[in-house]
Every structure is written in structure tokens, then in C-alpha cells.
Nanobody
Framework: VQLQASGGGLVQAGASLRLSCAAS????????MGWFRQAAGKEREFVAT????????DYADSVKGRFTISRDNAKNTLYLQMNSLKPEDTAVYYC?????????????????WGQGTQVTVSS
């Protein structure tokens, strides 16, 4: 599975961005997917995950109520709608495909990773 993330950019605090992650190669429609992020000098952290059906979701407390994860299995695409962005959301955002169909916050449950897209939020 190859993953291509896009949609990042430089925005002001309070703005919105929508990240996309296009999957190609071996289908990922039976697997949960997730978004992680890594700020400069910090470890990669969980942001959001969605199960294979697109029904069950889970979010990090820091983004709950502001971010929405979704997927379109017909298009093999994962999305992350980010609203009310804050400077602390600045990071490289990575999409990933899980080894299972259920949601998970654990990085080691994810087998395939995209290259990342930079999100920078200015104050």
C-alpha cells in the first residue's frame, strides 16, 4: 500500500484545513486508518483513527471537537477536516493504515505510512 498525504499549508490560528490521504496498491478498505502528527523535536503522536467501515472513530483529547476524520472507501481516500486550528497543531501530519479493521491509538498497530504533509499555524 502506498499512501500520499496532501492538503497541508500555512494558515492563521482559527482557520481550517482539510487533509487528504490517497491510498494505492493493495486495497486498504478492510483496514482501519489513522492520522498521526509529529512536531519538531517531539515524538509522533496519535491524532485520530477510523475503522474500516467509517463508522467508529477515536480522537486525541487535544483535537476532539475540532477535527473530524472520515474516509471514502470507493475512492481509497482518508480525510482529516481540521477546524479552529491552533499554533500547537503545527506539525507534520502522517496518514497510516492499520494492520486490523478496528480503531487503535497505538503506532505499532499501523503498518503502512504516508510521507507526511506539513501544517503550520501562525498566531
Amino acid at each position: 500500500v502506498q499512501l500520499q498525504a496532501s492538503g497541508g499549508g500555512l494558515v492563521q490560528a482559527g482557520a481550517s484545513l482539510r487533509l487528504s490521504c490517497a491510498a494505492s496498491g493493495r486495497t486498504s478498505s478492510n483496514n482501519a486508518m489513522g492520522w498521526f502528527r509529529q512536531a519538531a523535536g517531539k515524538e509522533r503522536e496519535f491524532v485520530a483513527t477510523i475503522d474500516w467501515r467509517g463508522v467508529s472513530t477515536d480522537y486525541a483529547d487535544s483535537v476532539k471537537g475540532r477535527f473530524t476524520i472520515s474516509r471514502d472507501n470507493a475512492k481509497n481516500t482518508l480525510y482529516l477536516q481540521m477546524n479552529s486550528l491552533k499554533p500547537e497543531d503545527t506539525a507534520v501530519y502522517y496518514c497510516a493504515v492499520s494492520m486490523t479493521s478496528a480503531t487503535s491509538r497505538a503506532r505499532n498497530r499501523y503498518r503502512y505510512w504516508g510521507q507526511g504533509t506539513q501544517v503550520t499555524v501562525s498566531s
